[in-house]
């Protein structure tokens, strides 16, 4: 045979290459714009997402907070209610401050061998 018969065609050669280099993936001009710019875009996509986590932390963070001062407030408000009724304020004249109605004794109960316990006037 000779040379010229050996030889194979432009196309049967080409398909040789192709085949040859299948495993390998090629970066094209079009594929490497594609990934820079994603690259970019998640670059700049970081710092507004950290952002926006770190509001909604606090936000939650507020919003318990709100709940926790609601609370207290109505606790607090219900004592406001509870320090104006007269009998509440008589209670806490005679036990906490030792106060008597005109004509009444006062009377103080100590314990034997103990200190005595003061009050709850909270």
């Known amino acids: 045979m000779s040379a010229r018969a050996t030889a194979t065609s432009p196309a049967a050669a080409q398909g040789r290459r192709t085949g040859a280099h299948r495993g390998r993936a090629r970066l094209t001009p079009r594929a490497a714009v594609l990934c820079f710019s994603m690259f970019v875009v998640a670059a700049f996509a970081i710092a507004p997402a950290r952002a926006y986590?770190?509001?909604?932390?606090?936000?939650?963070?507020?919003?318990?907070r709100q709940a926790a001062l609601t609370e207290q407030n109505r606790v607090l408000q219900l004592r406001v209610a509870d320090l104006s009724d007269p009998l509440t304020l008589e209670r806490l004249a005679r036990e906490c401050l030792g106060m008597v109605q005109p004509g009444e004794i006062g009377f103080a109960a100590i314990p034997k061998g103990r200190a005595p316990v003061p009050p709850d006037c909270g």
């Open 53 to 64: 986590l770190d509001q909604r932390a606090q936000l939650a963070d507020l919003q318990h």
